[in-house]
């Protein structure tokens, strides 16, 4: 089975308020997730909560993700491991490791074995959330070791490209807004 199909499976044996997703190219840290249950409880608009996710070499590869400049840029990219232990509201958030509302889920998300932005399905998934008035949070006190060396060379497949291409099309409003909102500000 593939990775949609399984969450689906499980998603529907289930009936908890909170579904974890931990992708079988990650690990965790002991009380991963404490801090993101408190969160879920607190705040009744977080659809989707990420972690800090660290590349096995002890660096960050995702602390939540922001629309910025036109793109989707991850927050921490290549600094140490030990910054970013804060918590706060994102555009996206890596789902290799993520805390999902199910209600939240179940209105947007739709896993299906069809990805139309595959390499970018979590930054879709996340903004498809934020369109529904979700809420996407990043918590910094639950640690994920993330070994992408699988997918390491996906940025070569033509696919991938073509992929993005779609992705920032479908997204572009966003990215214009966020653009619009930085010039505001100056």
């Not at 491991?81 to 555009?91: K, T």
């Amino acid at each position: 089975k593939n990775v949609d199909e399984m969450f689906n499976w499980g998603l529907k044996e289930t009936n908890c308020p909170y579904i974890a997703f931990l992708s079988n190219t990650s690990r965790v840290e002991p009380m991963w997730i404490g801090s993101a249950l408190a969160i879920m409880k607190e705040y009744p608009k977080a659809g989707v909560i990420g972690f800090k996710i660290v590349r096995p070499a002890g660096l960050i590869e995702n602390a939540g993700v922001l629309l910025y400049l036109g793109e989707a840029r991850s927050i921490g990219l290549n600094e140490p491991g030990h910054r970013y232990s804060a918590i706060y509201h994102v555009d996206a958030v890596g789902m290799c490791a993520c805390l999902f509302r199910r209600e939240a889920i179940i209105e947007v998300c739709r896993f299906s074995s069809y990805i139309p932005f595959s390499g970018f399905d979590d930054l879709s998934y996340c903004l498809e959330l934020k369109e529904k008035g979700w809420d996407i949070i990043y918590c910094g006190y639950g640690v994920v070791y993330h070994d992408d060396s699988a997918n390491a060379t996906r940025w070569l497949n033509p696919d991938f490209q073509e992929n993005k291409k779609r992705f920032e099309a479908r997204w572009q409003h966003l990215l214009d807004r966020e653009i619009s909102m930085i010039h505001a500000l100056q």
